[in-house]
């Protein structure tokens, strides 16, 4: 039976890409994270500064609701591709989107304290500790995806 192969797989053994295929291959999971990481982060920060700078809505406010659209981009993309973890019935799915959205809402938590004792009460820029905010963020984003809500129960 043949390897399912998705589409970063496919382009990893196109020529001159394919010298990085065991690279790829041995670190996938992590190599995948960081991308889709990156671009959760570019969806986050795009989106506070929409709604903090440009539209002046109050940080914390303009940051739950750049979280709201930051984690339903990253479900998708880690359900799909990170963690390649697909669900086979509707109950399976919502207690994976659940446990999903609940980790999410820990490291929403951490990050609104964040941003409000440092913007709030002590007046450091807003895009500064929100792009300092969101590293943190990944990080623990990451550990608890991999380990709580895509890992392998037994």
């Known amino acids: 039976m043949q390897e399912k192969r998705d ?14 295929e065991p690279f790829y291959k041995k670190n ?9 990481g990156g671009l959760t982060f570019i969806v ?9 700078v440009s539209m002046g809505i109050n940080e914390l406010i303009a940051n739950v609701m750049s979280w709201v659209l930051a984690v339903l981009f990253a ?12 669900t086979h019935t509707i ?16 490291t929403l938590v951490i990050e609104e304290i964040i941003l ?15 792009v300092i905010a969101q590293v943190i963020v990944i990080v623990l984003n990451y550990v608890i995806s991999k380990f709580f809500v895509f890992s392998e129960k037994k």
């Open 7 to 20: 589409i970063f797989d496919r382009m990893m053994a196109l020529p001159i890409l394919n010298i990085f």
């Open 28 to 36: 996938k999971e992590v190599l995948l994270y960081l991308f889709f």
């Open 44 to 52: 986050s920060i795009a989106t506070y500064a929409v709604f903090n």
């Open 75 to 86: 479900f998708a993309t880690n359900r799909v591709w990170v963690f390649q973890a697909p």
């Open 91 to 106: 109950t399976e799915f919502l207690k994976q989107m659940l446990s999903f959205f609940g980790g999410r809402v820990v």
């Open 116 to 130: 409000l004792v440092f913007i709030t009460w002590l007046g450091f820029n807003s895009m500064v500790v929100k």
